[in-house]
């Protein structure tokens, strides 16, 4: 059986506290108090479920004490006794938290119906705060379960990045590592021109899959040493266009689409695939062209060695503004990068 619930009956006068204390002791445990002090002490101590409290006390009245009561404990439900002479008082009550008034002289049923509505409202309220904590423990849960799989997404996202990356390296042997250098230089650089965490890291992924398509690239043209044929540079061409026939399937890939189409794009507009000029390309884009340079100045190739890095400043002079964006340019010029 549930445990009764708890009334206090805080009164000065022995006669009505008493009277109320006999209505109420066979259905719910009540304790009384003979002043305002006194019921609050209680309420301290031990959680009552409703309060029943005369407005005309000496020392603390029963307006302040309910508002004490309601500071300390405000899920306990407060009725006011007032005489016909305090009532309008009693009614101005209501607004700091009173939950009903009893007129003076009361009957036995008045007490009983007051009461139990009282407690009614206390009981809907403790019922209310219950579903609601369970609510908020739910949408806790469900937010550790959205970041859980976020984490997943992450990894998975990282995973195939990686074995795509291995993918281009192991296609072509002499840029083994090339991607992956154009991703930490793109990322310095964006890094440099203050974008946000998120466009960084796009940047960073879409570098180290810049040349994806080059999977769809014959080898041998891959490889070839000399100088590319017409038909060959045609083929090679299609490597932007490529890569992004194979990420556009991938929904968590789409971000590097600007980057693989338009890599090869240049600030004068005499680039591939779309000839698009100036800021028409796409920022990341930018980035990553001049990134892709300089790193494969930087390599040795079979056909020559890497280039030192007095030439690779002077070729990037030299291609300022028609092959690079120069604001890009000017931030590996003052020297605002690391170059590896
Ligand atoms: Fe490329």
Redesign the pocket.
């Known amino acids: 059986m549930a445990s009764k619930e708890k009334i206090l009956i805080i009164d000065d006068e022995m006669a009505p506290r008493e009277s109320i204390r006999m209505v109420l002791k066979d259905r719910y445990a009540v304790s009384t108090a003979t002043g305002a002090l006194e019921g609050l002490s209680i309420i301290t101590q031990e959680q009552m479920d409703l309060v029943v409290m005369d407005i005309k006390m000496p020392k603390m009245d029963g307006i302040t004490a309910l508002q004490e009561i309601k500071k300390k404990s405000p899920d306990t439900e407060v009725i006011l006794l007032t005489a016909y002479a305090s009532l309008e008082t009693a009614r101005d009550a209501i607004r700091f938290g009173a939950f009903d008034y009893l007129l003076k002289p009361f009957d036995k049923d008045d007490i009983l119906m007051v009461v139990e509505k009282g407690l009614a409202k206390r009981r809907s309220n403790t019922g209310l705060k219950l579903e609601r904590d369970i609510l908020l423990d739910r949408a806790s849960y469900l937010e550790q379960q959205i970041t859980e799989a976020k984490t997943n997404i992450m990894v998975c996202y990282e995973g195939t990045v990686k074995a795509l990356i291995l993918t281009i390296d192991a296609k072509d042997h002499y840029t083994y590592n090339h991607s992956n250098r154009v991703a930490i230089l793109s990322s310095s650089i964006a890094n440099s021109l203050d974008v946000t965490s998120k466009t960084l890291k796009e940047i960073e992924h879409a570098a180290s899959i810049?040349?994806i398509?080059?999977i769809g690239i014959d080898e041998n043209i891959l490889k070839k040493n000399g100088r590319l044929t017409a038909e060959e540079y045609a083929e090679m061409k299609k490597?932007?266009a490529i890569g992004v026939r194979i990420v556009q399937s991938v929904s968590f890939l789409e971000d590097a689409i600007p980057v693989i189409l338009y890599?090869?794009e240049r600030y004068d507009g005499n680039g591939y695939p779309e000839g698009l000029k100036g800021e028409q390309i796409p920022l990341s884009a930018r980035i990553v062209i001049v990134a892709?340079a300089i790193d494969a100045m930087m390599s040795a190739r079979p056909y020559r060695g890497a280039l030192a890095m007095v030439n690779v400043i002077s070729e990037l002079k030299d291609n300022n503004g028609t092959q690079f964006d120069p604001d890009i340019v000017d931030i590996i010029l003052q020297g605002r990068v690391p170059l590896i």
Do not use: L, N, R, Y
């Open positions: 810049h040349d398509g080059k490597h932007p890599h090869h892709d």
